[in-house]
């Protein structure tokens, strides 16, 4: 397990964390990496959309898994050797909100100074441009600069949190409005 501690620099150069997905090359600005664990077990969850892999206990907390190729109706991660589990924070009405993300490989920690990075291109992007910070230039390579907060909009953050918050029947499991799931579903396959 290695763990990411964002610096602060005195300039607006910011750090990423760049990983691969396919052929692609993203990162994530690492103000938001809590830390990088290996790919082991998940724990399926019924009724959750098809990138929601499910869930894992760290450290004593539960944490969703998503599969950003299916998030991005790409197809599923192949998941390799390399492939490991991103564990990020967003902010949801200022609560932080933990989630995993599968990605095939990590590469490194960069630094990409404001004047490489271009906005996000109007066509041609397979991935909604909502869902982009821009493009960085990395030496000879462009990066898919994400923003994390919107791969997972806050309504579907609400909708992970409340379905983790409704209480077990008799038998341990949740009963979870049919409604939740389908708007959550809705949301996420979008």
Do not use: W
């Not at 396919?22 to 994530?28: I, R, S, T, Y």
């Not at 109706?73 to 995993?100: K, P």
């Amino acid at each position: 397990m290695t763990r990411i501690t964002p610096t602060t620099a005195a300039d607006t150069t910011q750090q990423y964390l760049t990983f691969t997905l396919g052929e692609e090359l993203f990162a994530v600005g690492t103000r938001s990496v809590r830390e990088i664990i290996e790919y082991g077990r998940l724990t399926p969850v019924p009724m959750m959309p098809p990138s929601i892999l499910g869930v894992i206990n760290l450290r004593g907390g539960v944490v969703p898994i998503m599969d950003l190729r299916q998030r991005f109706g790409q197809g599923s991660t192949q998941v390799g050797r390399r492939s490991c589990i991103v564990i990020l924070e967003v902010q949801n009405e200022g609560i932080d909100r933990v989630i995993g993300i599968l990605v095939e490989a990590v590469n490194a920690v960069v630094e990409i100074p404001p004047q490489d990075i271009e906005p996000p291109p109007n066509f041609g992007s397979h991935i909604p441009t909502a869902f982009l910070i821009g493009m960085g230039k990395l030496d000879s390579r462009l990066v898919v600069l994400l923003d994390i907060g919107r791969v997972l909009s806050l309504d579907d953050l609400r909708l992970l949190a409340s379905a983790g918050d409704q209480p077990t029947d008799a038998l341990g499991s949740t009963p979870h409005p049919p409604h939740l799931f389908d708007e959550l579903y809705s949301r996420l396959t979008q």
